[in-house]
């Protein structure tokens, strides 16, 4: 059987990840934003983890992504509750009833992720948002699992595509969110909505299951 992603695992690991990172989102979002993004993502995956914990017996990979991004739109305030929340009821639906998260359901289920983000955010590579850091992310896993190689390598190539795009937003002016009221103020910063995706996608490989 094929390597596949547990999805309380990775809402485990995308916690722990997120909250041993919390002080950097929230520079990050000091210099852009409302400086509330680490500790906003912080209380929402422990939210998230403590639904799953309770919740989640017996239901399938794709109602357990669900539950993850019903959970994150009520407890997370600002742009990445509903943004996330989005992304992951979207991938919960992609996925539907199947009983595994392979490659090919992994990629579609970011593939409707992303569609989700793009369509409640109105945003674009280039728009200096975690766009720019899913966008190459879900291009990149979508790429190596139809080239047959093995999840784990297609996660960790999706991560460093990720990591790359998040880098590609500091020297971009912001064009969307409260990053984009500071004008040519907001270059020279990394956006902290990439730099978390970073961390949500690094969480998929230690999320594997053999």
Do not use: C
């Not at 794709?62 to 991004?69: E, H, K, M, T, V």
């Amino acid at each position: 059987m094929s390597a596949t992603v547990s999805v309380n695992a990775w809402m485990d690991e995308a916690a722990a990840a997120i909250t041993a990172d919390a002080d950097r989102l929230t520079q990050l979002d000091s210099a852009i934003g409302d400086g509330d993004h680490g500790l906003n993502l912080t209380r929402g995956f422990k939210a998230v983890v403590e639904a799953l914990a309770t919740g989640s017996d017996g239901l399938a990979p794709g109602r357990r992504l669900i539950l993850a991004g019903k959970t994150l739109v009520s407890t997370v305030g600002g742009a990445s509750g509903p943004l996330w929340g989005t992304a992951l009821r979207r991938a919960g639906r992609s996925v539907g009833d199947a009983e595994a998260l392979d490659g090919p359901a992994l990629a579609d289920a970011l593939d409707a992720a992303l569609a989700g983000v793009i369509e409640l955010g109105s945003a674009e590579v280039g728009d200096k948002t975690m766009v720019d850091a899913l966008t190459p992310a879900v291009a990149a896993l979508r790429g190596a699992v139809e080239a047959g190689q093995p999840l784990a390598d297609a996660i960790a190539a999706a991560a460093e595509a990720a990591a790359e795009g998040a880098r590609s937003t500091i020297p971009l002016q912001a064009r969307k969110g409260r990053a984009s009221y500071l004008g040519e103020r907001s270059i020279g910063h990394e956006d902290p909505g990439a730099a978390s995706t970073v961390l949500l996608i690094t969480a998929l490989g230690r999320a594997l299951e053999d």
